[in-house]
């Protein structure tokens, strides 16, 4: 069986009784195409993590295999830190002390990380590689389109990105990191996971770049709608 090859965030991957499943709408992509998922995306990865397991995997990718890839953002760096279960933990921009933004380390940071990001591209353009199709996916609004011309061979979110979408279900302001957990899976209300599934499977097959500005559902919850405001 084909694979459908996935590396990002928790856009792309939840984290449930002890395990990382896919998305639902990593899982649709695949049900419709029969693909087999093989996981690499990690819930708050950085995009180094994300270039390493690319690295590593790259030269298992086959001819009729698609790639998914949802970019994270420029200000997460994996850490020799450990989680409960053993594994690296990521740090992001709450974890800076205000130090850090008086002595540049900021900065550092999303240099370092837009540099990583123009070279998980680069190497995604590699003429040798022999795949059905490659689909990368802003997940913040600092776009790679911003610091590096995006190939042709890729099908790319040219319009929006991915937390978009979802800060724009909730009705009313709705600030995730003060408010508690995100109880939606990857962030995402059903609604929406099936729509952006429907926009990737359409750009696999027509070779079409991604809108990510147009046709999702919003106000899907009200403000502190919790579980009870799921859709």
């Known amino acids: 069986m084909s694979k459908l090859w996935v590396y990002g965030d928790s856009f792309a991957v939840d984290y449930n009784d002890g395990k990382y499943e896919p998305s639902p709408w990593i899982e ?9 998922v093989v996981n690499y995306a990690w819930s708050g990865s950085s995009l180094d993590y994300t270039s390493v397991h690319i690295d590593e995997t790259i030269h298992l990718w086959d001819t009729e295999d698609i790639v998914i890839v949802s970019l994270t953002e ?3 760096t994996w850490t020799d830190a450990k989680v409960g ?9 709450s974890d800076l002390e205000p130090v850090d933004f008086e002595n540049g380390k900021i900065k550092l940071i999303t240099r370092t990380n837009t540099t990583i990001r123009n070279n998980i591209i680069r190497v995604l353009d590699w003429k040798w590689l ?6 990368v996916l802003d997940g913040f609004q600092n776009k790679a389109s911003s610091t590096i011309d995006i190939p042709e061979n890729l099908i790319y979110t040219d319009k929006g990105y991915l937390m978009r979408i979802s800060n724009g279900e909730p ?4 600030n995730l990191t003060t408010m508690g957990k ?3 899976l990857n962030h995402l209300c059903k609604p929406n996971h099936e729509i952006l599934a429907e926009k990737v499977l359409h750009s696999i097959i027509s070779n079409e770049n991604i809108d990510l500005t147009q046709g999702f559902k919003k106000n899907l919850f009200g403000f502190g709608g919790g579980k009870n405001g799921q859709i």
């Open 130 to 135: 022999d795949v059905r199709a490659i689909v």
């Open 182 to 184: 995100d109880w939606r």
């Open 74 to 76: 420029v200000l997460r």
């Open 85 to 93: 279960n053993g594994f690296n933990k990521f740090s992001n921009m």
């Open 171 to 174: 009705s009313g302001y709705y």
């Open 28 to 36: 649709q992509v695949s049900n419709e195409l029969n693909l087999e």
